[in-house]
């Protein structure tokens, strides 16, 4: 099956206002920004996403961010972003803060058709106990709260209920792929790519080397292509744009 779509434009033409979507990356590494810049494009609005970070200012997820488009996050880490951090605090968005770890296994344990599993992470804090602040009220008011969580004691330890996660789309970045869907990440992206990938009910990977079927060994394979619906093969300039948070530089 050939899955290969002639632009990041139409892959991601049909994803509708108040769409979910699970987003690799980790910082600015193996973010899928061709696809994210053209989400912006397309307008889609009220998203909720699933990523570990929300990109920076002008970046990433941050591009989706500045224009408006997104509704609530749950991630992990809200640093490098002053429009994220002005949002939530204003009450515009509705952040769902989990532990990394926990995200990444949240992520996995939904595309893996496990509704939900028990870990010791968050045991005798706010993400257990609830109450870790969703939504700001206009006026700095908690408007919406986290709930707690079931506990168990497994062993003789306690451990905390999380739910896996499922999202309507997915976008990601691979290093290489084939028109089959099969992906293999590089490095620092293979982040949270594979996970958000598998956590997709429609997956759509921008892909830096398109590669014929067969040009993959199957050992090398990363994310089979089971789990992606859509490809869309990077120009070399596009390939070649990453760039990182902070650049240090010192005479």
């Known amino acids: 099956m050939n899955k290969v779509r ?43 996403v699933v990523s570990n970070n929300c990109g920076v200012d002008g970046r990433g997820l941050g591009v989706l961010l500045a224009a408006g488009r997104i509704a609530r996050v749950t991630g992990s880490y809200v640093g490098e972003n002053k429009e994220f951090a002005r949002q939530y605090l204003s009450g515009e968005l509705e952040v769902e803060l989990t532990p990394q770890g926990t995200l990444a296994e949240r992520l996995r344990a939904g595309g893996a058709g496990i509704p939900a599993f028990y870990t010791p992470a968050g045991v005798g804090t706010q993400v257990a106990r609830g109450g870790l602040p969703w939504r700001y009220a206009a006026d700095g008011s908690v408007a919406v709260a986290s709930p707690p969580k079931e506990t168990r004691d497994f062993a003789g330890r306690p451990h905390v209920l999380e739910h896996g996660i499922t999202t309507d789309y ?67 300039a596009e390939a070649a744009d990453k760039q990182i948070e902070k650049r240090t530089v010192r005479s």
């Not at 979910?20 to 193996?30: E, K, R, Y």
């Not at 061709?34 to 889609?44: E, K, T």
């Not at 009910?201 to 089979?224: K, M």
């Open 170 to 236: 997915a976008l990601v970045r691979a290093w290489r792929g084939d028109r089959h869907g099969n992906l293999v990440f590089r490095r620092a992206a293979a982040n949270f790519n594979p996970l958000a990938a598998m956590a997709g009910r429609i997956t759509i990977a921008e892909v830096e080397e398109l590669v014929e079927p067969g040009g993959l060994r199957p050992d090398e394979v990363h994310l089979p292509g089971i789990y992606v619906q859509r490809v869309v093969e990077l120009s070399p």
């Open 6 to 48: 002639p632009s990041a434009a139409e892959a991601v033409a049909d994803i509708p206002d108040g769409a979910s979507l699970a987003v690799g990356g980790f910082g600015l590494s193996g973010v899928p920004d061709v696809l994210i810049r053209a989400l912006h494009d397309q307008g889609a609005g009220g998203l909720e």
